[in-house]
């Protein structure tokens, strides 16, 4: 099942029915809860359709605009861009510490805020430290499954939102939760904005730009890491398979992972080796751990001990 008509939480329905048909077909005693699914694709595409139309998405559509009017649409890693984008991508991974994990957590309790807009905060600090720019574009994909109807369908439902952050360096890393929480649940509540659309509202003339358009850092914040699909009488396990491609400059991914965080970043092979991809996530991890360890320092202190990391070169 290809990823173009599948997002992450098809898969794991898929896997769950193929889990039950399996059973099925061995003979065994399986509980099966298959039955005309009150929702398929086509009927999510006459929705998005219906709403795109509608007087309520204009005015949304216009204020996302507004938002993000005057942002900076292209992310200056310090590196060359040659030709266009390729799509070609380099990752690499790593975990972290349990006590970090534990760290996000008590500190999103603490300022009422999730563990996502912790994560991505200290993103951001990361994208400022690289790219000495404190106004970031930062997209972040969601599930777009607004009914319960939609979480057990197959489909490629995911969409991305685009969440500004301006970084103020005279500000401590608790005041910048408060902010990123609010634009983030400005972005959420107009989620039905088409992403095609935001780009075209932004850059009207469509002009190009170098690099992805809008975009070109990506925080997905995925949860629970997706279990191996359990099949009576065998031992599968989950293989992340590499396919050699990337969508923007730089995305990383955050998996939960028993006690600990499971991180993978994904970068833009034209402007970054695989040696780079793995500093990429110690940086960020320093950031993170940082910011946790005195989240009422100033920001400014933790993006001037980045850019020391880098040797004073921030790309």
């Known amino acids: 099942m290809h990823h173009l008509i599948a997002d992450q939480l098809s898969f794991a329905v898929f896997e769950r029915e193929l889990a039950t048909s399996y059973g099925i077909e061995l003979g065994e005693d399986v509980q099966h809860h298959s039955q005309a699914r009150p929702l398929q694709p086509r009927d999510h595409s006459r929705w998005q359709r219906a709403v795109a139309a509608g007087v ?11 938002e993000l009017d005057g942002a900076p649409t292209t992310l200056d890693w310090g590196r060359e861009r040659v030709g266009r984008f ?7 991974a790593t975990r972290s510490s349990t006590h970090l994990r534990r760290s996000v957590t008590q500190l999103a309790t603490r300022a009422l805020v999730t563990p996502y807009t ?28 607004t009914t319960p109807a939609a979480e057990s369908a197959l489909g490629y439902f995911a969409i991305t939102v685009v969440v500004r952050i301006r970084l103020r360096e005279d500000e401590p890393f608790r005041s910048l939760l408060e902010r990123t929480n609010l634009v983030v649940l400005e972005a959420l509540e107009h989620q039905h904005v088409g992403f095609n659309d935001v780009v075209r509202a932004v850059n009207p003339s ?12 990506v925080l997905a914040f995925q949860g629970d890491i997706r279990p191996a ?27 939960e992972d028993a006690d600990e965080y499971q991180l993978l970043a994904i970068a833009n092979a034209q402007l970054f080796a695989r040696p780079d991809v793995d500093a990429a996530l110690q940086d960020y991890l320093f950031v993170l751990g940082r910011a946790l360890a005195e989240p009422d320092a100033e920001i400014g202190a933790t993006i001037a001990a980045l850019i020391d990391r880098l040797g004073g070169d921030a790309s």
């Open 56 to 66: 309520a998405t204009s005015a949304a559509l216009e204020r996302r605009r507004a």
């Open 86 to 92: 390729a799509f070609q991508g380099v990752r690499g």
């Open 118 to 145: 912790v994560c991505l905060s200290a993103y951001a600090i990361l994208l400022s430290g690289r790219t000495k720019s404190c106004d970031l574009l930062v997209g972040t994909p969601i599930a777009g499954r």
């Open 206 to 217: 469509g002009q190009p730009v170098p690099g992805q358009p809008l975009v070109q850092a």
């Open 229 to 255: 699909p359990e099949l009576l009488g065998t031992t599968s396990r989950t293989v992340l398979v590499d396919n050699g491609s990337a969508r923007v400059d730089l995305a990383l991914e955050i998996f």
